[in-house]
């Protein structure tokens, strides 16, 4: 497979991987791997450069969910608001025992996923002066 295109089989695995990871993993595995490298950043950085750290971080967690509209725009379109419920027959209890759940924990997987993701470019960004 002599492809021309590496960086587009970079990108089409790591989103591969993205996806699976959002599909099988369960959220509070992630939830244990973000808290065990978060411990291992307490030990590595002084205290000004961990609250810098978690400070952009979450700044960037919630500009690309919550100012971008993205976390709205899930919840539009996979949780119907209680008026659209009403309005729809049969619509009432649709999805509440099985779906709701499994995707309200994929929704926390991504979140888990994307916060670890983030607080590595940080840890990434803090290194970077002695780099260069």
Sequence with gaps: MGSKKP???????IVAEMALIALLVPSSFLGKVHDMEYRWMEGMYSEPSLEWLEERASEWHYTLTERT???DGMRYMFFPTEEARARERGMSRLGENVW?????SRGKALSEMLSTFLLRIGSILVWMPLIM
């Design 7 to 13: 960086f587009f089989w970079v990108v089409l695995t």
């Design 100 to 104: 709701f759940p499994y995707l309200e």
């Design 69 to 71: 509209g993205l976390a």
